[in-house]
Nanobody, 123 residues
């Protein structure tokens, strides 16, 4: 298993910046992809940014040029730098890790989520 804990959320005015952190523990060496997702009230959870173990990144169109995902391998931490925040960025942000773990029957995929951290950008 991989345990994820998010932090760094809060209230910030439009145009401001915020950095989210995700701390991982457990079987982190088996993680292939990590990312940030968000869910606004009444809306579907959506991918914000993600990266593979090789460093390849992908961003939602709505955040390209404003958000940056990066990691700190020694600490097994994932970050999301959010700049030029907009009211539509208001959501609960979740850290995600996907990969596999070895079992007696072979590899087994896993999909771990943190508890989420709230980001509020008032209009």
């Amino acid at each position: 298993q991989v345990q994820l804990v998010e932090s760094g959320g809060g209230l910030v005015q439009a145009g401001g910046s915020l950095r989210l952190s995700c701390s991982g523990s457990g079987n982190v060496l088996s993680v292939n992809t990590m990312g940030w997702y968000r869910q606004a009230p009444g809306k579907q959870r959506e991918m914000v940014a993600r990266m593979t173990s090789g460093g390849s990144t992908e961003y939602a169109d709505s955040v390209k040029g404003r958000f940056t995902i990066f990691r700190d391998n020694p600490d097994y931490a994932l970050y999301l730098q959010m700049n030029s925040l907009k009211p539509e960025d208001t959501a609960v942000y979740y850290c995600n890790a996907m990969g596999y773990k070895s079992t007696d029957s072979g590899p087994r995929i896993f999909d771990s989520w943190g508890q989420g951290t709230q980001v509020i950008v008032p209009s």
